[in-house]
């Protein structure tokens, strides 16, 4: 199981310690350091900074949101950055949710988002194999553009730019169990936002068994060395309460819905109510402490070794560690390590 260090997205501003972060990742022998985006900082131009201070260590947008750019406008953003790190880039992709797919990017949220996501794969596939100009009579992602305002002049394209690897890694982010199975079909990765690795069908479906060879499943776990398991988890029971509770609207959000298929639906529910009736603080009390270790590894070092054993056993091939210092992110490289030479 390889390591890599997930930074997320920019809060008020972005943080000073990432790039030493990336560094340190590296320097401790991680394969991967990983971005994210919201409605705040994008998730390519951090990732760019990094690769410019780095020299070895894979990169990755987990995620990138598909509404936020034309499949086309992504791929360049791909392959330009592949380029220019020696062929380090993977892309990690989202579709997100209703919520700030329209209030956000001002965009529909497709009916039908498996569709989406398959045409808007599709399209950047095109576009990094470079064997033809790209084309594609999709629903959502039309290339030439055939809208009823579209001019006729439309031609296809092929990038300008020949894409370093045709086989640059594409990843998706998916919760529910058909957009797992499809993930599965048509990307070469899986990024799960929640990992469970006691019951990982229970919550995303029997195609979780049943893996093609080389395929990455690479979930984020924040991981935090510390004596207290109760404080430790704090915050994680906040990053849930903000998630569950505020990532969506209360008829329609997808990681509450992933939480009540891992057997906490009514606590779901309370904190999506809880949260959007304005307390929060509450809501992040009621996130059930075991749900918050389920999917994290917290607590003294010994107790996160022998927990770090469940996460090696399963499917997963890179863990994407949320760490939150130095100390936690070293403690883990060594975890891992040793027990990669007891395996």
Excluded at 2 to 23: K, N
Excluded at 86 to 111: D, T
Aim: net charge neutral; with cysteine; hydrophobic share 40%.
């Amino acid at each position: 199981m390889r390591l890599g260090l997930a930074l997320g997205y920019w809060g008020r501003g972005p943080s000073p310690d990432h790039v030493p972060l990336a560094q340190e990742a590296e320097r401790l022998g991680y394969d991967s350091v990983w971005t994210a985006e919201s409605w705040g900082s994008d998730a390519f131009t951090p990732l760019t900074w990094i690769a410019a201070h780095t020299s070895r260590i894979r990169l990755g947008t987990a995620v990138a949101q598909m509404a936020a750019r034309p499949p086309t406008t992504t791929a360049m953003h791909a392959l330009t950055l592949d380029h220019l790190s020696g062929g380090r880039m993977m892309l990690g992709l989202g579709l997100s949710g209703p919520q700030v797919v329209e209030g956000w990017y001002g965009r529909p949220f497709p009916a039908s988002p498996l569709t989406a996501t398959r045409e808007y794969v599709d399209v950047v596939r095109q576009v990094l194999r470079r064997e033809a100009p790209v084309e594609s009579a999709g629903r959502f992602h039309a290339h030439p553009y055939r809208g009823p305002d579209a001019t006729g002049l439309g031609k296809p394209l092929k990038p300008i730019t020949h894409p370093l690897r045709p086989g640059l890694p594409v990843l998706l982010g998916a919760e529910g169990p058909k957009n797992v199975a499809q993930t599965i079909r048509i990307a070469d990765g899986w990024l799960p936002l929640y990992w469970s690795p006691t019951r990982p069908e229970e919550a995303y479906g029997e195609a979780v068994s049943d893996l093609p060879e080389s395929f990455m499943v690479a979930p984020m776990a924040q991981v935090r060395v510390c004596d207290d398991v109760t404080e430790g988890l704090l915050p994680v029971k906040a990053m849930l309460g903000f998630y569950i509770g505020g990532m969506g609207h209360a008829a329609r959000n997808f990681h509450a819905d992933l939480m009540a298929r891992m057997g906490y639906e009514k606590e779901a529910r309370r904190i999506q109510e809880l949260f959007l009736s304005g307390r929060r603080k509450e809501a992040v009390r009621t996130v059930p402490d075991a749900f918050a270790d389920e999917i994290s590894l917290v607590g003294p070092r010994e107790r996160i070794a022998e927990r770090l054993e469940s996460w090696r056993k399963g499917p997963v091939t890179d863990l994407l560690a949320l760490a939150p210092d130095r100390q936690s992110l070293q403690a883990l490289a060594e975890l891992n390590s040793q027990a990669a030479h007891t395996d």
